[in-house]
């Protein structure tokens, strides 16, 4: 049987109202009313603490493991059913009234991630004398709170922007805080990480204790602040950090034939190459398991999920051609005509070995394991009952397959969501030595991570490795390549690229495919989204991202 922290908190009671509540940390209770005198007198009252931290992600229906699909905001994906939709800017638009109620979930849940980790710090230092015995938990519980505090601000910092920045518990006085800046905001993730790293246990602790995997690292407070730097372009700072992660000699990228989208199955969640996982686990009620595959599976295409799916991410045709062939060649689709549920293409490539009747065989392999395809043999091996046709999905002619495994029953998938991975610190720390015109260093990490097993694709060619401008975008498709759909790195690295207006709108033409859609219209204002309505009404101090 599968062992890993569950994150079970029977503390809620003390650190917010209702677990099942829609509103965000402005109904957290003050801190006056949460003094109790009978909790926090032992190490086990400050582990089931520092687990509910980790649990806002466990909250059922509240749908915080959809967070995947923010690439469907991008041109890489779009969505075939449900409540999100294609971020639709050109028609009713993604306005504050219609911020979707997951998506207002993502914003509730964190700000309660981070008045949870400010309750446990504030207990830490009020503990008494003699309640720790165990040697480095007082630390180590200390550095969890520092980093989901810090991850939690970074993920509502990144999609909305300035944020308040509350550090200590709300009281009445704090109630109802006023924004601060961005740059304040990621201030304070660096000094939290900073602390961090040096409370933290290695990840080599959790190993050998099962039991504890899905706690934070070590490696993992240096990869998120490495990510933090790309982000603000300090490229010094965020070769640094990335660089302890792969001199640590704890990570590798996953071995093996198939060891890319082994990792996305349950039998590979927290190997090797994982740094940090959000961990889900069926069959012991509703909330604990993950619902990830009943709404984005094809599940109408006989890929045996429970029988859920409604394709809540597509992959598209930009995303597909990104995939080289096996000899490193780009690939082209060429739209034709839409009929029979489907759209048709014709495909072209300089490789003297490609045949555009057979398009999507000898390509990179991430291609298989990351879009559904008609005739993927990948797929054939996993579900040999599928029916899967270019014409199962219900926008694209392409499904999603990352973390889409079997599953008991509805919500009941026992396959984590991984956030930070091996891969992603290689091409973090490869795009900041290129971004110091360190172009040999940056190829090195590149190739390494095409060169593992399951993937084997040709090094980097030279011609691009020469120069910095085509190696900064052979970087960046490299990254979606090897990260799209997995937990927003597409949405998060376009907008932090600069390039997010122009390839939406680039991309998501008017009457796409035939279709009867407008032309998405967009300006920098949409990189952040809307503050949603209802957390204006509750914060009369919120004000609204300009623009909205």
Known sequence: MKTKILYFALFALLLLNSTGCKESFLETLPKDQLTTETFYKSEDDFIQSINGVYGINNIWRQKMEFFPMVDIATPVATRGSGRFGQFDWGGNGYTPDGV??????????????????????????????????????????????????????????????????????????????????????????????????????????????????????????????????????????????????????????????????????????????SIFEWQYMSGIGDQYGNSFVSYCATGAAGLDVGGNGWNYIEPTDYLVDLYETKNGYKVTSTWTGSGESQDYFTFSSDDPEFDPEDAFAHRDPRLKWTVAYEGNPYVDEKWPENTFTAASPMESNYGNLKMIVYEEGFAQSDMNMVVLRFADVLLLYAEAQMEL???????????????????????????????????????????????????????????RWGIYVDEMENYWTANKFGRENPAVQIDEHNVLWPIPTQELDLNPNMVQNPGY
């Open 100 to 273: 979707p109620g997951d998506v207002r979930a993502w914003f509730s849940y964190w700000w309660i991630g981070i008045a949870r980790a400010n309750e446990v710090l504030y207990r830490l230092e009020e503990a008494e004398d003699g309640i720790f015995t165990t040697a480095g938990l007082k630390d180590q519980i200390k550095g969890e709170a520092l980093f989901l505090r810090a991850i939690y601000y970074f993920y509502l910092s990144d999609i909305w922007g300035g944020m308040p920045l509350i550090t200590e518990p709300v009281t009445t006085e704090t109630y109802y805080p006023e924004r601060d800046t961005k740059t304040a905001i990621t201030e304070q993730m660096i000094s939290d990480l900073k602390e961090a790293q040096n409370l933290l246990p290695s990840i080599t602790k959790y190993r050998n204790s099962p039991a504890e995997m899905g706690r934070a690292s070590k490696e993992a407070a240096q990869s998120l602040l490495g990510k933090i730097y790309c982000a603000e372009e300090q490229w010094e700072n965020a070769s640094t950090e990335l660089k302890k992660v792969i001199d640590s000699n704890n990570f590798e990228l996953t071995p093996g034939a198939t060891g890319f989208i082994d990792q996305f199955w349950p039998e590979g969640e927290n190997g090797i190459e």
């Open 437 to 495: 015109n360190n172009l040999d260093e940056a190829t090195k990490y590149v190739n390494r991570v095409r060169s593992r097993p399951s993937v084997s694709m040709p090094d980097v060619p030279a011609g691009i490795a020469g120069s910095q401008s085509d190696l900064r975008q052979y970087i960046r498709e490299e990254r979606i390549r090897e990260l799209a759909t997995e937990y927003g790195h597409v949405f998060y690295d376009m907008r």
